[in-house]
């Protein structure tokens, strides 16, 4: 499914968890933060728009790979005496430089992410978040995995929701877990609904749980997206609608 559809599904889910869970305050922060976990799980695919987002600093990377190889090959050229040392230098700084020629798409959107999620790892520690470095892992490690694998499975769900259970305690904002566990299972039930299906129980079963309506990329399985989240949203408004007293 699109990365579009399943964020106008997580935002509607977002809807759905305010407007209809006893005791959850109905928040825009907490739609958004549906919709922002409605996107997760496609971190391990490097077209999906979570991944560009967050991979944002993928075209510095290799920008840093040459810069680093121009500093070792000054140092070395300045600095350092005929000999091994210097040889070494040299050879290093050429290695550097030829990995930022190397880094082309994937490879250096995989690095970016992994740049962005360790320094995310890095601040929950200082600061003594742990749910921020929880985040910090999960983006870090999502794009390495093959695509609709861990991050599409009930695991990965557990964990998300376990992350925004702890940023409930850190926060005080009762209904993080709430719409974020909810948001990152509206992509997996969506998902289920294409003809790939998700494989909730990876590793301890292979077997894709699907109800094969989507096709992917087609123009009938575009227009089945918009249907599903056209018919979702009237029926979440109908059941939000209906729960208010005037």
Avoid at 48 to 60: A, N, P, V
Avoid at 111 to 131: E, I, Q, S
Avoid at 138 to 158: G, Y
Wanted: net charge positive.
């Amino acid at each position: 499914m699109r990365g579009s559809s399943h964020l106008a599904i997580g935002l509607i889910t977002g809807v759905a968890i305010g407007g209809l869970v006893p005791g959850v305050p109905f928040s825009a922060p907490g739609i958004a933060l549906a919709g922002f976990s409605a996107l997760a799980a496609d971190l391990d695919h490097p077209e999906s728009r979570l991944s560009k987002r967050l991979g944002f600093s993928q075209g510095y990377v290799r920008w840093a790979f040459a810069a680093a190889g121009a500093g070792v090959a000054a140092y070395t050229h300045f600095l350092l005496p005929p000999g091994p040392d210097r040889n070494m230098g040299f050879t290093a700084a050429l290695a550097f430089g030829l990995l930022g020629v190397a880094l082309q798409g994937g490879s250096a959107r995989k690095l970016a992410l992994l740049f962005t999620g360790g320094c995310t790892v890095v601040a929950g520690l200082y600061f003594g978040f742990l749910w921020v470095s929880l985040l910090g892992t999960f983006v870090a490690l999502a794009p390495f995995t093959t695509h609709r694998s861990w991050t599409h499975t009930i695991w990965a769900t557990a964990l998300w929701t376990y992350i925004g259970f702890l940023a409930n305690k850190s926060l005080g904002w009762h209904g993080v877990a709430h719409y974020a566990g909810a948001g990152y299972v509206s992509h997996l039930l969506a998902d289920t609904l294409t003809k790939s299906g998700v494989r909730w129980f990876l590793p301890l079963s292979d077997y894709a749980f699907k109800v094969p309506l989507i096709s992917t990329g087609s123009r009938m399985g575009n227009l089945l997206e918009v249907v599903v989240c056209i018919g979702y949203g009237l029926l979440v408004l109908g059941l939000v609608v209906g729960r208010m007293q005037f």
